[in-house]
Each structure stands twice: as structure tokens, then as C-alpha cells.
């Protein structure tokens, strides 16, 4: 059977049954749609605040036209919208095959100040944008990057982890109980959610610990998939 992810629909689900309203009598996607959201970025937080690589994804950019200095969300050539840091970025040649990328190197300090060649080579990250010192002809870029979350606004828009399913109903549901005066029932699901955000972190940050890390070879795929 094929992997299924949770989704939107699942967290609704899971939130009304916290708030004692299984039949969604009340809590209705339209009212809870603000506190899910707001848990969903809470259990984000959580996990990159304890450096935890849930969310690695990779996107390929082409082309990356010749002279262009700079890429992030806002360019014409745009990272994508759930981008938050770059990890590893690679370049090849406009058509060549992918066993063509090479590994860019990032900048120690600053770019260098030195003139344009064929290839990038070299890449720096400071204020939210990626900063090149161009090149003479397009490129292909091959950006793996920490992926952050994406509002859930569809049913069927996916969780980035399972994991979270719990945790945000919790922190939702404790969201919209004190929204509407029930601070006891609100205090609760804040202490279990809560509970839950910390019992993962630790669980991989134990991982983590045991999990050896090595430098790869050029050009090998990453130990993740895009999405």
C-alpha cells in the first residue's frame, strides 16, 4: 500500500476530537484554521531551534542567467516559497546531463572581488538571499535547502512530518479552548502538546548523537528526497 501523509483534514479531525466536538458541531476548519497554523509554526520552531533536519528538500533553477548576482524568493528566478536556508548548491552547464553538477563552494567571509568566468563557483548567504559573483554564460543550479513550513489552507495540503499530526492538533485545540474562555481545558492541551514537541525533539536529537556524519563524495544524491 502506498505511504500516505497526514494531512489538514487529519489535524482538524484530531483537534475537534481534543476539544470534545468529534462531530465538528462547532470547531469547523473555517475556525480552527488560525490556531492550526499557529501550532504548525510553533512545532517548526521547536524543531530548528534544536537544529533538527526534518525539512531538507532540493529544487533545480534554470536558467540562472548569465550576470545575475542574487536569488531568493523574490527574484525572477525564485527559490521556492518554503525555502529558508541553503545547504549545498551545485551548477553545471544549460542542457548538460546531471552527472555534470559541480559542487559550488561557499564563500569563508565575503565574495572575492575578482571578475566573472563560465562558471559560479562561488556562493555567500547573508540578510535572507543568495549573493554570486556571476558568470559569463546561464547556469543550471541544483539548490538543496532547510525547508520551513507552509500555512495549511486545503484539506488535503500535507503535513511535512508525521510526527507533528499530535503535537499541532494539541496546540491548536489548547489555542481555541482559551479563545473562547476555557482556560482549564486550554492549559491541559497546552501541557500535552507541549510534552509531545519535547519528547520528539529529544528522541532526535538521541538520534542525532548516535548518527555519524561524513563529508559526500561530489555529486552524490543527498540522504533525502525532494518533495
Known amino acids: 500500500m502506498p505511504y500516505t501523509p497526514y494531512t489538514l483534514t487529519n489535524v482538524v ?7 470534545g466536538d468529534q462531530a465538528g458541531d462547532f470547531w469547523v476548519l473555517a475556525n480552527l484554521l488560525p490556531f492550526i497554523n499557529t501550532a504548525y509554526r510553533s512545532f517548526d520552531r521547536a524543531y530548528r531551534i534544536n537544529s533538527i533536519p526534518f525539512a531538507r528538500a532540493r529544487v533545480v533553477l534554470t536558467p540562472f542567467t548569465a550576470g545575475t548576482l542574487k536569488l531568493d524568493r523574490t527574484t525572477t528566478l525564485a ?3 518554503d525555502f529558508l536556508e541553503p545547504i549545498e548548491i551545485w551548477e553545471k552547464n544549460v542542457g548538460d546531463p546531471d552527472t555534470g553538477y559541480g559542487l559550488m563552494d561557499r564563500a569563508s567571509d565575503q565574495l572575492p ?6 562558471s559560479l563557483n562561488i556562493w555567500d548567504w547573508f540578510q535572507g538571499s543568495i ?3 556571476g558568470a559569463t554564460t546561464d547556469r543550471t543550479l541544483r539548490l538543496d535547502y532547510q525547508r520551513g513550513v507552509v500555512d495549511l489552507v486545503s484539506g ?6 508525521d510526527d507533528a499530526l ?3 492538533a494539541y496546540l491548536a485545540a489548547s489555542e481555541a479552548a482559551n479563545s473562547v474562555g476555557q482556560k482549564a481545558l486550554g492549559d491541559s492541551l497546552l501541557a500535552k502538546g507541549t510534552q509531545m514537541i519535547d ?4 528522541t532526535e536529537i538521541k538520534t542525532m548523537q548516535r548518527t555519524s556524519r561524513r ?10 528526497t525532494a518533495p
Open 13 to 19: 479531525t484530531r483537534t475537534q476530537a481534543a476539544l
Open 166 to 168: 499530535d503535537p499541532v
Open 156 to 161: 488535503t495540503d500535507a503535513l511535512v512530518l
Open 79 to 81: 527559490c521556492p516559497t
Open 113 to 118: 572581488d575578482i571578475a566573472q568566468g563560465t
Open 131 to 133: 549573493y554570486f559573483l
Open 215 to 224: 563529508r559526500r563524495a561530489p555529486n552524490v544524491a543527498p540522504m533525502f
Open 199 to 202: 519528547d520528539l525533539v529529544t
